[in-house]
T-cell receptor, first 112, second 116 residues
């Protein structure tokens, strides 16, 4: 089955700096890669996603890149703000099973 | 947009009792629903996948007789934790999909289960 590895587990940056979180996946049939932000006790909130027919997608300060050959994808947050502090999860979904498998999560702290 | 309602949001039960959690898609037909469990400071772990009208598929290590899943309609799936024990205390969250990754995944608000 699918296995998603996420790094780093914790990330601390100064306000205004960029943050990058990386994930790798194992199942070549995976074709949908969302990123979620989760606050304590709440449901995951989709912040950006990318499908396997696209290499990069950007939405204001957030961008995601996908390298299908290497089976890895990354989240890039520019001009970080304290309110970006949260736990971020990457995930991968198989086009065959539809299962959405999550990475281990990254706790991002943005220091003012 | 797609909305998924999950109830209850919080439940405390005695050890040995059963608890039912409901997950409803309010404005779309959820042909597939997924149930996850999340322990504190950990990731969401997929427990099972349910398709409307058929038996759920459980992930390795998840006891199907303990975690009963019913997906009787295109808008409702239920998870029943039977004979709950303190180690079952966790955050349970459902996700609904229109049956294809093209539909994306919509999450319920989650249920905090505490077994005392």
């Amino acid at each position: 089955g699918e296995n998603v590895e996420q790094h780093p587990s914790t990330l601390s940056v100064q306000e205004g700096d960029s943050a990058v979180i990386k994930c790798t996946y194992s199942d070549s049939a995976s074709n949908y890669f969302p990123w979620y932000k989760q606050e304590l006790g709440k449901r995951p909130q989709l912040i950006i996603d990318i499908r396997s027919n696209v290499g990069e997608k950007k939405d204001q300060r957030i961008a995601v890149t996908l390298n299908k050959t290497a089976k890895h994808f990354s989240l890039h947050i520019t001009e970080t703000q304290p309110e970006d502090s949260a736990v971020y999860f990457c995930a991968a979904a198989s086009g065959n099973t539809g299962k959405l498998i999550f990475g281990q999560g990254t706790t991002l702290q943005v220091k003012p | 947009g797609a909305v998924v309602s999950q109830h209850p949001s919080r439940v405390i039960c005695k050890s040995g009792t059963s608890v039912k959690i409901e997950c409803r898609s309010l404005d779309f037909q959820a042909t597939t629903m997924f149930w996850y469990r999340q322990f504190p400071k950990q990731s969401l772990m997929l427990m099972a996948t349910s398709n409307e009208g058929s038996k759920a598929t459980y992930e390795q290590g998840v006891e199907k007789d303990k975690f009963l899943i019913n997906h009787a309609s295109l808008t409702l799936s239920t998870l029943t934790v039977t004979s709950a024990h303190p180690e079952d205390s966790s955050f349970y969250i459902c996700s609904a999909s229109g049956g294809s990754v093209n539909y994306g995944y919509t999450f319920g608000s989650g249920t905090r289960l505490t077994v005392v």
